[in-house]
């Protein structure tokens, strides 16, 4: 697995395409969090994975000498998935302004500090004819790739196969943008393996995203008919259901993973039962102590009547 050497002028057309649509992508996610005030939906966990991504990604793209644009892509997605981390940080778990600015540019510099280290590294090892240490970080590349896009999934178990909080036209371009850029390796002299993979991935478990939610929208279309018909919304159909404290099937399961399994409310109900009084041991022990001394002061004060009788 040689460096390319010559591009095709179709490859750098098709690259150009990718690169464009891989530079924007975000750009709506990124609209409809600072619109709704909001990141509902959206892991933080996918687009930090996503933003490192683009470092062994970008150092793997140089060393390849991939056409430009397609070098030139990793830069511009890692910028854009921090951007979004960012807001995540702000919107779901309200850290100040401040903090999110210095962690965000921090972490940007950082990352691209390691590609720069990495590039000058790897670069000359390669040139050399040692491919281990670029196989190695397109590996490595591509797992993230691969686990930035699994949390979504665990937000669509938890919700029933519904997505809330990914703009699905994000997901539209940033498909398109694999398919061009994977379109862009297959028109090179010689086609990359562990770039294409990388690209096969994304455009794969997005896919499987879009399917969760067109899956769920169909299971539910009678219930949001009805609702909309009675100026409800879905959620409104829920929030019925838990103030009636009737069980829904659609309702949202507490975890976010299978595994990580919440108490039932059976479970719920039995430790409510077996609560402890809430007057502790010392406590009812005085109480205890307290009825004998009265039963025995009413015993004396009976035996001196009796006494006083008999003398009499």
Same mark, same amino acid.
């Given at each position: 697995?040689?460096?390319?050497? !010559? ?6 057309? /098709?690259?150009?395409? +990718? ?20 990141? !509902? ?20 793209? @140089?060393?390849?000498?991939?056409? @430009? ?27 100040? =302004? ?7 540019? +921090? ?36 797992? /993230?790739?691969?686990?930035?896009? =699994? ?9 029933? %196969?519904?997505? @809330? ?5 994000? /997901?539209? @371009?940033?498909? =398109? ?7 862009? /390796? ?9 770039? &294409? ?19 769920? =929208? ?26 009636? &404290? ?27 039962? !077996? ?10 022990? !005085? ?10 002061? &009413?015993?004396? %004060? ?11």
């Amino acid at each position: 697995m040689a460096p390319q050497g !010559e591009i095709p002028i179709s490859a750098n057309v /098709l690259g150009t395409i +990718g690169t464009v649509l891989w530079s924007i992508q975000l750009i709506p996610q990124a609209w409809t969090n600072w619109r709704t005030k909001s990141t !509902e939906g959206l892991p933080a966990s996918m687009m930090f994975l996503w933003a490192l991504c683009g470092v062994p990604f970008g150092v793997y793209a @140089i060393a390849q000498n991939f056409n @430009i644009p397609i070098q030139v892509q990793p830069q511009a997605f890692g910028i854009l998935c921090i951007i979004n981390w960012g807001q995540i940080l702000l919107y779901t778990y309200k850290w100040p =302004l401040w903090k999110v600015l210095a962690i965000t540019i +921090g972490t940007a510099g950082a990352f691209g500090g390691i590609e720069a280290a990495l590039v000058l590294t790897i670069r000359p090892i390669y040139k050399a004819g040692n491919e281990t240490p670029v196989i190695i970080i397109g590996v490595i590349a591509a797992i /993230l790739l691969a686990v930035g896009l =699994l949390p979504p999934y665990g937000e669509a178990w938890k919700r029933r %196969g519904r997505i @809330i909080g990914i703009n699905f036209l994000f /997901l539209s @371009i940033d498909s =398109l943008g694999a398919i061009f850029s994977l379109f862009s /390796l297959v028109a090179q002299h010689t086609f990359d393996v562990l770039g &294409g993979v990388m690209y096969i991935i994304v455009i794969v478990l997005e896919l499987g995203i879009f399917i969760s939610h067109f899956i769920w =929208l169909f299971r539910t279309r009678k219930i949001r008919k009805q609702a909309k018909a009675e100026g409800r919304t879905f959620d409104d159909v829920i929030a019925e259901h838990e103030q009636q &404290g009737l069980s829904f099937k659609f309702a949202e399961r507490k975890g976010t993973w299978p595994w990580r399994k919440s108490k039932s409310d059976e479970e719920m109900a039995t430790e409510g039962d !077996e609560k402890p009084s809430d007057k502790s041991p010392a406590v009812n022990e !005085e109480g205890d102590k307290k009825d004998g001394n009265d039963e025995g002061a &009413g015993k004396s %004060g009976q035996d001196s009547e009796d006494l006083r009788y008999m003398a009499l």
